[in-house]
C-alpha cells in the first residue's frame, strides 16, 4: 500500500524559510515523478512544483519560482519542499504527491498523481 506522509509545517513569519519532508513507502519511487501541491481555505488545490523521478528535472509555478526548490532524495524514498522567503499568501495546506506512471514526465495537473498525502499546515504572519 502506497504511503505518503508530509512533516515540517508550522506557523512562521514572513520572509522565513521552512523545509517540508515527504517520506514515501510502498513503491519503488526511483522510477516516479514527485509533486507538491497547496490548498489554501476556500481555494482549489493548486500545483506548487514537481521533481522528475530522477532528480534531474523540476518544475515550478510561477507565484513560487526562485522561492521553493524541490529535491528528492531516492536512496530515502523522501522528498523535500524548501521555502523561502515565505509571504502569507504561502499559506495554505501542503500535499505531496505521486505520479500514477513510472518514468513519466513533470505534470502540474492533480490528474497525473495517483496518490496524495494527508498534508501539512503551513501558516505565514505577516
Do not use: H
Not at 502506497?2 to 517540508?20: F, I, K, T
Not at 500535499?95 to 501539512?120: L, M, N, W
Amino acid at each position: 500500500q502506497v504511503q505518503l506522509v508530509e512533516s515540517g509545517g508550522g506557523l512562521v513569519q514572513a520572509g522565513d524559510s521552512l523545509r517540508l519532508s515527504c517520506a514515501a513507502s510502498g513503491r519503488t519511487f526511483s522510477r516516479y515523478a514527485m509533486g507538491w501541491f497547496r490548498q489554501a481555505p476556500g481555494k482549489e488545490r493548486s500545483f506548487v512544483g514537481a521533481v522528475s523521478w530522477s532528480g534531474g528535472i523540476t518544475d515550478y509555478a510561477d507565484s513560487v519560482k526562485g522561492r521553493f526548490f524541490i529535491s528528492k532524495d531516492n536512496a530515502k524514498n523522501t522528498v523535500y519542499l524548501q521555502m523561502n522567503s515565505l509571504k502569507p499568501e504561502d499559506t495554505a495546506v501542503y500535499y505531496c504527491a505521486v505520479d500514477k506512471s513510472p518514468f513519466g514526465v513533470v505534470g502540474r495537473s492533480t490528474i497525473v498523481y495517483e496518490y496524495f498525502g494527508q498534508g501539512t499546515q503551513v501558516t505565514v504572519s505577516s
